[in-house]
């Protein structure tokens, strides 16, 4: 074999492994994602999908926001607020860096929620100056503390109320997220802590559907 068959031997080797790359990237994107595959990612779909509970909130425009509302896109769940000391600032950190890698077709499909757990010291404004921080297309709800209630009992990620006569409180609540399908009914959870890159891997496939 002369000098140069072998580079168009080795150029055209080359081009099959890349072509097969490419195929199984696009095949795999067409592809839902396994069960497998979602848990190691931290997301965990209900057996049945689940009814949430219809409250009216505020959003941080001010606005009355019922839960319907948000029907039309996948919804994730964070319940927290802005004077959170560590896990808040965190969560919405690494959603605002997933955001950021997902391709646009997912992102379209897709919106972040924080519903706050201090709605006293939570208002529209403050909700609104707090995600502008992170992503400014992130929403923010509050309502009173027994809608909250029954909104992350629905949900099952339950919060205790603080003592508001407490300087500097503090509220005990869940870092998981819940998944809320554009049909309004609960999906699932994603588990904290979160690894990213996994949900970068794994969120477009499961928001392809309805």
């Known amino acids: 074999m002369t000098r140069t068959q072998k580079a168009v031997f080795l150029i055209a080797a080359l081009i099959v ?3 097969g790359l490419i195929l199984n990237n696009v095949l795999n994107a067409k592809r839902p994602p396994s069960a497998t595959e979602l848990i190691d ?3 965990i779909l209900l057996p049945q999908s689940r009814t949430v509970a219809d ?3 505020t959003n941080q425009n001010g606005q009355p926001v019922q839960l319907d509302e948000l029907k039309g896109k996948w919804s994730l769940l964070f319940f ?5 000391p560590d896990i808040c600032p965190t ?3 690494q ?3 997933v955001k950021s890698e997902l391709p646009k077709q997912a992102l379209d499909r897709l919106q972040v929620v924080l519903v706050s757990v201090d709605p006293n010291r939570d ?3 403050q909700l609104k100056q707090y995600l502008g921080y992170f992503d400014k297309d992130f929403v923010g709800l509050a309502g009173s503390v027994e809608d909250t209630q029954k ?3 629905a949900l099952s990620i339950p919060f205790i109320p603080a003592d508001t006569s407490k300087p500097g409180y503090t509220v005990d609540h869940s870092g998981n997220l819940a998944i809320v399908g554009p049909d309004g009914s609960q999906r699932g959870f994603i588990r904290a802590p979160f690894d990213s890159k996994k949900l970068v891997a794994r969120l477009p496939g499961l928001v392809r559907g309805d």
Do not use: E, F
């Open 123 to 125: 208002t529209p404004s």
């Open 91 to 93: 969560t919405l950190a």
């Open 41 to 43: 990612a931290g997301i």
């Open 17 to 19: 492994v890349i072509m």
């Open 95 to 97: 959603l605002r860096q």
């Open 55 to 57: 409250v009216t909130m």
């Open 151 to 153: 909104l992350a009992n």
């Open 80 to 84: 927290g607020y802005t004077y959170c």
